[in-house]
């Protein structure tokens, strides 16, 4: 299987700082493991946007695959209290 390249925006790297620095590893960790696998069995897919959501702890990690260029964009990161709200 081929890798997909991670981008994260902008936002979600702010977000990710913000972190303490124990969840922060691990969440990085499991992004890491998106682009060998961006649709690992505990993904789950957002209803009514093109988008999935994995869990790390109380931590979600929202992102979108383009598949045909081969990217996995980590759009938001967040405790699961807040990642929903707009």
């Given at each position: 299987m081929?890798?997909?390249r991670i981008?994260?925006?902008?936002?979600?790297a702010k977000?990710?700082?913000r972190i303490e620095i124990k969840d922060r590893i691990r969440i990085i960790e499991k992004i890491r493991t998106l682009a060998s696998n961006p649709h690992p069995a505990e993904s789950k897919k957002l209803s009514g946007?093109?988008?999935y959501r994995i869990r790390q702890g109380n931590?979600?990690?929202l992102y979108q695959v383009i598949g045909q260029e081969l990217?996995?964009?980590v759009v938001k990161v967040g405790h699961r209290r807040d990642i929903y709200k707009n």
């Open positions: 081929e890798n997909y981008v994260i925006k902008k936002s979600a977000e990710i700082e946007q093109g988008k931590y979600r990690i990217i996995v964009n």
